[in-house]
């Protein structure tokens, strides 16, 4: 049974020691406001696990970013702190298998073919950095939208960027920005669609 943040404490509160009716976690009081370290930590590990799936919402356009496995762990800390009510193991498996199919295929696809297609590790490795900056920074503007368009347009500066204080040639700059996009695009529509898949079963079975 999870804890309510505020509730009538038992008789024993006149003994200084005030403890809820159905739990005998240690309590704090405030007046007539009574906390529990069990609302604390529901209210933190469900933060966490929202922050987590964002992180790896904006991760499923981000190349070698392990977005589905970044929303498989807030599901899995989401649902720690539910008590496992809404979201059981049967739901994390599913999600764990499709996390891993997603992540396979992005791996492949954007680290071979695009170091192929003539990507340097420091031009993917800002290509990363500058995904993740950008969806932060949009994902509170428009929500999912806006993570996605964010770390999209984030990692295609980053990889710019870094391209161009490499070889000093916009030219050069471009030609990297367009193998990333070729060695990507698969990748990214397929972990795309596993990633709201995976978010749409999560929220399924939390909130419906």
């Known amino acids: 049974m999870r804890q309510r943040l505020f509730d009538?404490?038992?008789?024993?509160?006149?003994?200084?020691?005030?403890?809820?009716?159905?739990?005998?976690?240690?309590?704090?009081?405030?007046?007539?406001?009574?906390?529990?370290?069990?609302?604390?930590?529901?209210?933190?590990?469900?933060?966490?696990?929202?922050l987590l799936i964002i992180l790896g919402l904006v991760g499923s356009v981000v190349p070698l970013m392990p977005g589905p496995i970044l929303i498989w762990v807030g599901a899995l800390v989401w649902a720690w702190g539910d008590g496992f009510a809404r979201v059981g193991w049967p739901t994390l498996t599913l999600l764990l298998l499709l996390a891993l199919l997603a992540w396979a295929g992005d791996f492949l696809m954007t680290m071979v073919v695009g170091r192929k297609a003539g990507a340097s590790w420091r031009s993917i490795g800002a290509a990363i950095v500058g995904g993740i900056v950008g969806g932060l920074l949009l994902s509170?503007?428009?929500?999912?939208?806006?993570?996605?368009?964010?770390?999209?347009?984030?990692?295609?500066?980053?990889?710019?960027?870094?391209?161009?204080?490499?070889?000093?040639?916009?030219?050069?700059?471009?030609?990297a920005m367009k193998a990333y996009l070729g060695s990507m695009a698969l990748a990214a529509l397929l972990e795309v669609i596993i990633t709201i898949a995976m978010i749409s079963i999560f929220a399924w079975q939390a909130f419906v």
């Not at 009716?21 to 069990?38: E, V």
């Not at 503007?141 to 916009?170: C, D, F, H, K, Q």
Request: glycine share 10%; charged share 10%; net charge negative.
């Open 8 to 50: 009538k404490a038992t008789p024993t509160e006149a003994t200084g020691h005030c403890f809820f009716a159905d739990s005998a976690l240690p309590t704090w009081i405030t007046g007539k406001q009574t906390i529990t370290m069990a609302a604390i930590d529901l209210s933190a590990l469900s933060i966490a696990g929202y």
């Open 140 to 175: 509170g503007i428009v929500p999912i939208i806006g993570s996605l368009v964010g770390a999209l347009l984030g990692a295609l500066s980053g990889m710019y960027l870094m391209e161009y204080n490499i070889t000093r040639s916009s030219e050069a700059a471009v030609r």
